[in-house]
């Protein structure tokens, strides 16, 4: 169920049978030479579909700005601040909560919602306790669409450390499955390798600012061999990680409240 292509009544009639929604979480931002800018939004947005087919869960309105500042050197980024992330998602959440609402899965695709979205979360709790306000307890939780590991396998048996960080093969693949025909093919050749160092140290989308990184990843692509990708390998990462979100989604409902 898909809340932008529902009425009030059907949401009405949902949250009399659950109280859980699904929030994916994307990225307006440069996705190397031939991967698309909506690429993260898109990702996200087509796993949580996919997700929805086989439950009855509902997905609310994907996230699709971020904090994305580190590619603002690349035509067509759009970021948000940090804060502005956070403000966002503190209204989004706060929205459905006042309404009845009380599970919130965050379904990610961008590294760089991480730390904001984990930010959210403490502001809405921290309302509901320092703040001492009369708000409705609720849970959160984040989980990227790379974090399962049924996922994870896939991606290091069919790209190994081509991997890399960004314009990955493997988002690369799964635009290339949702919109066959939109990418041009990639004859890009391997990005120059990421050392573990560096893996670690910008884990999260953790980079300084636009200049230096346009300067350090000079075509958008941060290790990751794009050209890799292929739309039937992004139809088993969909259908894998929406496979992996049902445990997870049922587990995250049996959170308790108090
Ligand atoms: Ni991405």
């Keep these: 169920m898909i809340l932008h292509r529902s009425t009030w009544p059907e949401v009405e009639a949902y949250l009399?049978?659950?109280?859980?929604?699904?929030?994916?979480?994307?990225s307006t931002e440069q996705h190397g030479p031939q991967g698309?800018?909506?690429?993260?939004?898109?990702?996200?947005?087509?796993?949580?579909?996919?997700?929805?087919?086989?439950?009855?869960?509902?997905i609310g309105p994907t996230v699709t700005l971020s904090q994305a500042q580190f590619n603002l050197g690349f035509p067509g980024t759009v970021s948000l601040r940090p804060t502005t992330l956070i403000a966002l998602l503190v209204d989004y959440i706060e929205s459905l909560?006042?309404?009845?609402?009380?599970?919130?899965?965050?379904?990610?695709?961008?590294?760089?919602?991480?730390?904001?979205?984990?930010?959210?979360?403490?502001?809405?709790?921290?309302?509901?306790?320092?703040?001492?306000?009369?708000?409705?307890?609720?849970?959160?939780?984040?989980?990227?669409?790379?974090?399962?590991?049924?996922?994870?396998?896939?991606?290091?048996?069919?790209?190994?450390s081509g991997e890399g960080l960004h314009a990955t093969p493997s988002e690369i693949a799964i635009t290339r499955h949702v919109l066959p025909g939109c990418l041009p093919p990639d004859g890009l050749a391997p990005a120059a390798p990421l050392a573990p160092a560096f893996m670690r140290l910008h884990a999260g989308d953790?980079?300084?600012?636009?200049?230096?990184?346009?300067?350090?990843f000079p075509d958008g692509r941060v290790g990751s061999h794009s050209a890799l990708g292929t739309a039937e390998q992004g139809m088993e990462l969909v259908a894998a990680a929406a496979e992996a979100m049902i445990a997870d989604y049922q587990d995250f409902l049996t959170e308790p409240l108090a």
């Design 206 to 216: 953790n980079h300084p600012d636009s200049a230096l990184h346009r300067a350090h």
């Design 97 to 160: 909560a006042c309404q009845g609402f009380t599970h919130f899965y965050l379904l990610n695709g961008h590294g760089g919602n991480v730390a904001p979205a984990m930010c959210a979360f403490q502001e809405l709790y921290a309302q509901r306790g320092i703040a001492g306000r009369r708000l409705p307890p609720i849970r959160c939780r984040l989980r990227s669409w790379w974090d399962f590991e049924s996922v994870n396998r896939l991606r290091s048996v069919w790209y190994g």
């Design 16 to 26: 009399r049978r659950s109280q859980g929604v699904v929030i994916p979480t994307g």
């Design 36 to 58: 698309l800018i909506g690429t993260d939004s898109i990702t996200a947005e087509s796993i949580a579909h996919a997700f929805s087919r086989t439950s009855s869960a509902l």
